[in-house]
Each structure stands twice: as C-alpha cells, then as structure tokens.
C-alpha cells in the first residue's frame, strides 16, 4: 500500500543499485540528489501550486513545465529542457456508472537521476508499477529511463480494455441496427461512442511519435538497454491507433446504415399512408356524388341503387388493397 507523506504526494523514494533504499521528504530531495549512484522516483496525484514549486526548486525543473503540469490539459508532448525533458500523456479507463471512457493526464519529469510523475483526474495508482519494478533489481538499476518505459508500459496497456469494451459497444450497436431497433436514441449512442474514439484516438496517436522519438532522436535520458522496452510500446501503440481507425471507420459505416434504414422505415411509412389514402378516396368519391343532391338522378330511384354503390365502393377498394398488398405496399 503507498501511504501519503503529505496531501498530494503518493510515494517519494530514493533507489541505489535498482533497490529500494528510502523513504524522502521533499525538502530532502536535493540532498539525496548529491549521491551520485542514487535516483529519486516521486508520485504526485493533483498537487497544488505550492507542492509543484518545492518539486521545481528541489529538482531544478523548468518553470514552464511546472505550469503545464499545474494546469494540465496538455495534449500528448515530449519536449526537451536542458539535461532533462518533460512528457505529458493522457491515461484512460472505462466508467462503469456512465459507460463511457473517462480520460486523465500523466506529467513525467525525467532528469539524469529522477523521475517525478504528476497524476491529473481519471487514472489509476502507479502503486503497481512501482512493485513491478522493485521486483526487478536488475531492471531498476538501469535508472529512471526504465521507470520512464514501465509507466507508458501501464498507460498504454490501460488503453486495451478501453478499446475492447468499445468494440463490444460497437457490436451491440450494429445488432440493435440490424435487429430493426434503430433511431434516434441508437444515433445518439452512436455519436457518443464517436466521440469517445475521438478522444482516445487523440490520446494515442501523438504516443506513437513520442516512442519513437525516444527510441531513434535526441533523448539520450533513456539508455540503449531500455530502448528496446520503448520499442515494445511503440508496437502496442501503434496496434491500438490501428484498432481505433478502423472502429471508427465501421461506426461511420454502421451510422450511415443507421440513417438508411430511418429513412427506408420512412418511406415504408409514407407508402402505408399513401395506399390507405388511395383506398380511402374510392367511398369518399362516389359517396361525394350521391351527396350533391341533384334532383335527375335515375340511379336514385333503381330499387339496387344503394346496394350497388355500396358494392361497387367494397369491390374497388377490395382490388385496391389487393394490388398495394401485392405490391408490398401494405
């Protein structure tokens, strides 16, 4: 379990050796920072400004990087500040209240001796990660470079039951549209979930860049034996920005066939009408011409008169309704 130091710090510990070796004050981090085989890894959820200026003044961080994690809504980046860089990705998690993805954002500063994590609004504790890697002594000891590759690691593997939980989404969608439930409650299902690819489509396409950015340019913070690790993020994100392209093209189609088939129940519609329309004019049309009152109308006095006008208005409107019935109009 990671226990708080202080409100908005997760964990802060300092790591020798791929070990774990202390617990750390803030105030402290510099002092630790002047042992050279040492590395300080700290986890911030939604710290305020005060919190970020004391991680600023302790690391050396970039004042502009401070303010990006303090406001957040950082689209995807990886920029460079000297000897270190500062990374913003958006994490994801489905709500099983609203049944929709819910998306946060996850801060890296990465220096040659530190790593320091910022976590803002829907995403899930690093606990996990940080056990994972205390596992691995010989994987830690390459420093903060493999923390760096164990916490995009969890981000992106987070994206995969986003995308499966859509999917499935999607398919229950296409049943209900072909099983002849569509309208306009399916077409508004079908917009959120449009939106929703939308906004992890944004999350996951700038990651690709980053990798490789990380794997192949100017980051020499992350060093050749992690590199690899990198490149396994890199596949699994371009897996998911493939599965989420080619979701969004089936919910365009599967929109389009929502629309076609309103339209088709539409016209099935206003074929109804117009038929019972046309059988309906029949009655009205001979019973106007007995209704004029005219006073030479021979019909009129013919003992049959009334049996054959309401004869001749069943038969026709009998052929009528057998012809639109044939016709699939009924």
Known sequence: METKTQPGVVNCVAYAAGC????????DISEVLKLSDRFVWIGLYEPGPELLQKVK??????????????????????????????????TAQMSREKKAAEFGETHLFVGPRYI??????????????????????????????????????FIVDQYFPVVDELEAE????????????????????????????LELKRAVSPLVDICNR???FDVDLVPEEVRPYIRDVYD???????????????????????LSLIAVAQNDSMKQLAAWAAIIAVPTMIAGVYG??????????WWLGYPFAIGLMVTVCGALYWRFKRADWL
Not at 292 to 301: A, G, K, T
């Open 170 to 197: 999607l398919e229950r969608l296409e049943e209900a549209i072909f099983g002849y439930q569509f309208g306009r409650e399916t077409t508004e299902s079908i917009y959120n979930l449009k939106r929703s690819l």
């Open 20 to 27: 774990r070796v202390a617990d750390v004050a803030i105030e």
């Open 57 to 90: 003044e302790e690391f050396g961080l970039h004042e502009l990087a401070i303010e990006d994690a303090l406001l957040a809504h950082q689209r995807p980046k990886l920029e460079r500040y000297g000897d270190s860089f500062f990374m913003a990705l958006r």
């Open 214 to 216: 990380l794997v192949r």
């Open 292 to 301: 004029m009152n005219f006073r030479h109308m021979p019909e009129l006095d």
């Open 236 to 258: 699994h994100s371009i897996r998911i920005n493939e599965t989420v392209d080619t979701l969004r093209e089936l919910l365009t189609s599967a929109l389009e066939a929502n």
């Open 116 to 153: 320091v994590s910022v976590r803002h609004g829907a995403s899930l504790s690093y606990a996990p990660v940080r056990a994972r890697c205390e596992a691995n002594p010989r994987l830690l000891s390459m420093g903060p470079g493999f923390v760096l590759y164990a916490i995009m690691d």
